[in-house]
Nanobody, 122 residues
Framework: QVQLAESGGGLVQPGGSLRLACAAS????????MAWFRQASGKEREFVAR????????YYSASAQGRFMISRDHAKNTVYLQMNSLKPEDTAAYYC???????????????WGQGTQVTVSS
């Protein structure tokens, strides 16, 4: 039973944009903090952004602040990550996660998607 499913990754040139989407089951989407993490090859998974259940509070990593925007559509049970001004160092597998606590620690998130690859290269 797939509860989180990401889409929207791909290859983009530096300076370009991508929008990732994460479709969630209704029971998860309505009650959980939703977040995006990423993991580059050979590196640890790192926090990118999170959004509270109501959508009223959002938090970003320093590298995402000002370039990325997280949002959630309650009608579609979907959370988005709009990524602008992409850099080669943004290249990673991006994961959607859901959890009860609004924290940066990946260990606190109970549900994970399968990931979608984002590659920023010319």
């Amino acid at each position: 039973q797939v509860q989180l499913a990401e889409s929207g990754g791909g290859l983009v040139q530096p300076g370009g944009s991508l929008r990732l989407a994460c479709a969630a089951s209704e029971e998860i989407f309505g009650s959980k903090v939703m977040a995006w993490f990423r993991q580059a090859s050979g590196k640890e998974r790192e926090f990118v952004a999170r959004i509270h259940q109501s959508g009223g509070y959002t938090y970003y990593s320093a590298s995402a602040q000002g370039r990325f925007m997280i949002s959630r559509d309650h009608a579609k049970n979907t959370v988005y990550l709009q990524m602008n001004s992409l850099k080669p160092e943004d290249t990673a597998a991006y994961y959607c996660a859901a959890g009860a606590l609004s924290v940066r620690d990946a260990r606190s998130y109970d549900y994970w998607g399968q990931g979608t690859q984002v590659t920023v290269s010319s």
